[in-house]
């Protein structure tokens, strides 16, 4: 276990090394002027001003001793704390809403599979895993506009002043991988049907429940597989929600520092979104340690 | 009557192929019927009844289904006109996907020329860094912008986000197929390696291959709209705006393009980026039902 967590910290340590060697490759126009109103545009891409560049980065963080100001004056861990407080509103209820409430609906699809409930479940189930998440978002918008019109109590759709801000581009963004888990976790479950100890179960009487306790505890190995992909989806999918409903949390700040060349700023906000990847890494490789049973995996 | 027995037991997979012939039909021959505008005419303003003119954009109406842009251009025209290209796209990204996944998927299956260590590396830095993150990075190294052959290069970008993913999933597959019995006759028979994976290996995973690009399409569909709202496109010309200020401006008329100024777009004339949007929804829905389909008559 100590070893495997050693590996998964080296790992992360490479990944944050490539990501800012990939982050200061210079991208910056450099514009001249040739008197009179003839301007040329340039992208000067040579391996010195890589260097050049890697060597300013370095200097930033000595003088600085840290990150630094942003443009405003204030530090940028401040405001980078601040920030991710309000994207972990987003964050820790679309986690915890995809993988439990994904993994519970699964289970009762399953259950119900036969049944009249079951397959409208999975009809559904399937038509969401089709919606692009924007999509969601941008109908919404549009739907809630239409009910203002009508008479519908009006309530602030964008922005971050209110309280509730959040649930919009939550519920939108909690959508795919939450059907995600539902239809994974039916299908892990279907592919237990017809092993042996199923059929040992049954002949013992226990009651379907009780088979479905023991198929649940089985299957927990591949549904905690899963983690890494739901986090990965919600870190890729925030930042474009926060940008469509002006939502100011940290992915908004990160992809906006990225578009203006603000290299700190950009790893500032990057590091806590890798290390939340690296948490759920070590986080879901722990709780298969502790709650399976070894050799769990050789069934899959 | 089988063919009709053959739709009635795979009605998933009818329905998504008559909503891929509606959305070829519309790709093909959209600008010939009578109420679309294949010249995309652009308007400066409208006389309303109180004689007052109006500038666009305006709302969706009898003259104009689907509300115009910006410049008065019919939404409806629009998407169907820049079905052509935005198919062709996401055909093409697909299509080099897996052009590049096969052989490196084999050459990792071999553990020839480190293309294991590759693999695992790719997918290793691809499941940590969100795909559109890195994207954005790479899509804005000079050469890349300045080259003349941009689209292609910023396609091949694309194309190369989950080549690590599919790469992965075909070399299972292959793993599989190694350990079947006729593989090792063909071993015992000192079958060259190119030839093993022609005639051993590819044959048996031409079916799973087939479901998972139909798949992929959507995914890149998606990937697509994604990448619309951050301002990244695949056609791009860099522009002088004012003295000094230099910008790109999109040249296409492919959908995620409609979906730039969406942060703008969202708090006034939503249906710029509405109906872009649900095409591009159609578009997902189309492939993931002919997947699910087509895994249905392959299994």
């Known amino acids: 276990m100590a070893w495997d967590f050693i590996k998964s910290l080296l790992v992360f340590l490479i990944i944050i090394f490539a990501f800012v060697l990939l982050l200061l490759l210079p991208r910056e126009m450099d514009i001249t002027h040739h008197g009179g109103l003839v301007f ?24 600085e001793k840290g990150f630094g100001n942003n443009s405003m004056g204030v530090p940028i861990l401040e405001e980078v704390q601040k920030l991710l407080l309000r994207d972990f509103t987003i964050i820790v209820p679309a986690l915890l809403l995809s993988m439990g409430a994904g993994t519970l609906l699964g289970i009762v699809q399953f259950y119900f599979r036969d049944k009249i409930i079951g397959k409208v479940q999975a009809f559904f189930s399937w038509i969401f895993s089709s919606i692009p998440d924007f999509f969601l978002f941008i109908a919404l918008q549009y739907l809630l506009i239409k009910l203002f019109y009508i008479g519908v109590p009006k309530f602030s759709l964008y922005g971050n002043d209110h309280w509730y801000n959040f649930l919009i581009p939550m519920i939108a963004i909690t959508v795919f991988p939450m059907v995600h888990m539902v239809k994974f976790t039916s299908a892990a479950l279907e592919n237990e049907m017809g092993q042996d100890y199923l059929r040992t179960a ?67 906000f990057m590091l806590p979104y890798l290390l939340m990847m690296f948490a759920t890494i070590v986080l879901s490789k722990l709780l298969k340690y502790k709650l399976l049973p070894q050799k769990a995996g050789a069934l899959q | 009557m089988t063919v009709l027995n053959f739709c009635k037991k795979n009605l998933v997979l009818t329905i998504g192929s008559i909503m891929l012939c509606f959305l070829l039909f519309m790709t093909f021959f959209g600008e010939y019927l009578p109420f679309i505008d294949g010249e995309l005419q652009e308007i400066d303003y409208l006389w309303d009844e109180n004689k007052i003119p109006v500038a666009p954009p305006y709302e969706p109406s009898a003259q104009f289904p689907l509300g115009t842009d910006r410049d008065g251009r019919d939404m409806l025209s629009l998407i169907v006109m820049g079905a052509k290209e935005t198919l062709l796209i996401i055909l093409s990204i697909t299509l080099i996907r897996y052009l590049l996944a096969i052989p490196l998927a084999y050459f990792a299956h071999r553990q020839w020329l480190g293309a294991n260590a590759l693999l695992n590396g790719l997918n290793g830095f691809l499941s ?66 190119f030839r093993l994976f022609k005639k051993y290996y590819l044959p048996f995973i031409y079916s799973k291959l087939l479901i998972s690009i139909v798949g992929d399409l959507g995914k890149v569909m998606f990937l697509l709209g994604q990448l619309g709202f951050l301002g990244v496109f695949v056609a791009q010309v860099f522009v ?6 230099f910008t790109f401006e999109n040249t296409s008329n492919s959908w995620p393009t409609f979906l730039s100024n969406a942060f703008k777009d969202i708090r006034g004339p939503v249906w710029i980026v509405f109906y872009p949007a649900l095409a591009m929804t159609y578009v997902i829905f189309t492939f993931n039902m002919l997947g699910h389909g087509l895994q249905k008559i392959f299994r």
């Open chain 1, 40 to 63: 040329t545009a340039d992208f000067p891409f040579t391996f010195d001003l890589y260097k050049e560049k890697i060597a300013a980065f370095v200097e930033h963080f000595r003088m």
């Open chain 1, 202 to 268: 049954r002949s013992k009487g226990l009651t379907t429940l009780n088979i479905l306790k023991h198929m649940i505890w089985n299957c927990l190995y591949s549904i905690l597989n899963q983690t890494q992909f739901v986090m990965l989806y919600l870190l890729t999918s925030l930042p474009i929600m926060q940008k469509l409903a002006s939502f100011q949390g940290a992915g908004y700040h990160l992809l906006t520092s990225i578009q203006e060349f603000d290299e700190p700023r950009a790893l500032a």
């Open chain 2, 128 to 193: 940590y860094v969100p795909t559109i993150i890195v994207v954005i990075l790479l899509v804005t190294i000079p050469p890349l912008i300045m080259s003349a052959f941009r689209p292609y290069f910023v396609v091949l970008i694309i194309a190369a986000m989950e080549i690590g993913r599919v790469a992965d999933m075909i070399k299972l597959e292959f793993h599989q197929i190694s350990k079947k019995e006729f593989v090792t006759s063909g071993n015992s028979l000192g079958v060259s390696p």
């Open chain 2, 240 to 245: 002088q705006v004012d003295a000094g200020v």
